[in-house]
T-cell receptor
Framework: NAGVTQTPKFQVLKTGQSMTLQCAQDMNHEYMSWYRQDPGMGLRLIHYSVGAGITDQGEVPNGYNVSRSTTEDFPLRLLSAAPSQTSVYFC?????????????FGPGTRLTVL | DQQVKQNSPSLSVQEGRISILNCDYTNSMFDYFLWYKKYPAEGPTFLISISSIKDKNEDGRFTVFLNKSAKHLSLHIVPSQPGDSAVYFCAASVRLYDYKLSFGAGTTVTVRA
């Protein structure tokens, strides 16, 4: 049971480049979300999804796109990377019928935008 | 504006002693509070939670206290062990089944042998 997996672990981009951060879970969780963690700040919610085909914005959605075509995958797209998007990104998942304490987090992707 | 604040970025404690981590919040709509623990190069893992209808929740060495009137909660770890060295995040949501969590900035705990 792999839980929540994220790829890549590290990525360096130049300003203006695009890329997709991958997130997958094998627990059949309906709910998935993306957070970013910056120094001196807590994790902030970027986008979330309560099921395949349904996505919504979180606290800091600008500059990011998401889609949810399957229950297992929830990729995060940066269309034109900016230095302000340098951060550590965490994906999380849980059952929608469960409690918030059952959110499982992936190991994170450390992104640097030059 | 951060709605959940952890004002102590770091805490150093001797093995066997008590660790006390503090968290304050500003949103009076928050109804459910959680603590997460994070090791380097790993994602946060759930540690303990408390609903606003309670003022204390205990799980082994970990106890969370909630003071709603002061909008303050704390996590007590007794006794502290070397494996407790990690970053601890306080988080809150407006209801139990709200998956949108607001996190504090974290407190790095170092347990000295």
């Amino acid at each position: 049971n792999a839980g929540v997996t994220q790829t890549p672990k590290f990525q360096v981009l130049k300003t203006g480049q695009s890329m997709t951060l991958q997130c997958a879970q094998d627990m059949n969780h309906e709910y998935m979300s993306w957070y970013r963690q910056d120094p001196g700040m807590g994790l902030r919610l970027i986008h979330y999804s309560v099921g395949a085909g349904i996505t919504d914005q979180g606290e800091v959605p600008n500059g990011y796109n998401v889609s949810r075509s399957t229950t297992e995958d929830f990729p995060l797209r940066l269309l034109s990377a900016a230095p302000s998007q340098t951060s550590v990104y965490f994906c999380a998942s849980s059952y929608t019928s469960g409690r918030t304490d059952t959110q499982y987090f992936g190991p994170g992707t450390r992104l640097t935008v030059l | 504006d951060q709605q959940v604040k952890q004002n102590s970025p770091s805490l150093s404690v001797q093995e066997g002693r008590i660790s006390i981590l503090n968290c304050d919040y500003t949103n009076s709509m928050f109804d459910y509070f959680l603590w997460y623990k994070k090791y380097p190069a790993e994602g946060p893992t759930f540690l303990i939670s408390i609903s606003s209808i309670k003022d204390k929740n205990e799980d082994g060495r970990f106890t969370v206290f909630l003071n709603k009137s002061a909008k303050h909660l704390s996590l007590h770890i007794v006794p502290s062990q070397p494996g407790d060295s990690a970053v601890y995040f306080c988080a809150a949501s407006v209801r139990l089944y709200d998956y949108k969590l607001s996190f504090g900035a974290g407190t790095t705990v170092t347990v000295r042998a």
